[in-house]
């Protein structure tokens, strides 16, 4: 006879399978919930960006609104920091007229100082101090939007970073709307 104890995992798998499965689910319905609610409020954010962005990381399936906050606050800091190693990376091109080179190199510095801003950012949103948090993300979110204005000041020049600049908008605003959900929260 087969001890029992070998039909014991199988209820106990189902638990955590069934658990598990909730929490994926309670994560993703968040996950919509905070950006429709993000959407309405800032017209410049977009319902499925800001869904595909948190959702990308698996930690997002089983975060509560706190913990997607800092996902979206890491997410724009990843993005951050590689498009300032794309921008030097180009810097490198010696094709590049000299208008789109000194855009490049605003870029460059504007990134520069909007990394360790955000990693502020990050360390106040953790230590709730939402109105700090808030400001750094603002400022953040500006490097990205002066970046992308320098290369309009000049007719004929295109922006090589406008995909990245708006990717790093959208975090920044989806970032920014987490925190003052918490923050009305708390
Ligand atoms: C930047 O953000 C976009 C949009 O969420 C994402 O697809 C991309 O992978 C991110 N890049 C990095 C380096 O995190």
């Given amino acids: 006879m087969r001890p029992s104890i070998s039909f014991l995992p199988l209820p106990l798998f ?29 017209p410049n954010l ?37 498009t300032r190693s794309h921008a030097k990376k180009l810097l490198k091109h ?13 870029c460059f510095d504007l990134y520069s100082d909007a990394i360790p801003t955000l ?6 949103y953790n230590s709730k ?3 700090d948090a808030n400001i750094k993300m603002s400022s953040a979110m ?9 290369f309009k000041e000049k007719k004929g020049v295109v922006s090589p ?6 990717n790093m908008f959208q975090l920044s605003a989806i970032a920014l709307s987490i925190i003052n959900m918490v923050n009305s929260l708390s």
Avoid at 161 to 166: A, D, P, S, W
């Fill in 14 to 42: 189902l638990f955590f399978l069934i658990s598990f499965h909730g929490a994926t689910a309670r994560g993703i319905d968040l996950i919509h919930k905070t950006c429709r609610k993000s959407a309405k409020k800032d």
């Fill in 46 to 82: 977009r319902f499925d960006f800001c869904v595909t962005s948190l959702e990308a990381d698996p930690k997002s399936h089983c975060a509560d609104l706190q913990e997607l906050g800092v996902i979206s606050m890491e997410l724009a800091l990843a993005n951050a920091t590689h």
């Fill in 94 to 106: 010696k094709k590049l007229d000299p208008y789109t080179k000194a855009c490049l190199h605003d």
């Fill in 119 to 124: 990693k502020q950012a990050i360390k106040d």
């Fill in 129 to 131: 101090r939402y109105f």
């Fill in 142 to 150: 500006d490097d990205a939007s002066t970046c992308e204005e320098g």
């Fill in 161 to 166: 970073l406008t995909k990245r600049n708006n």
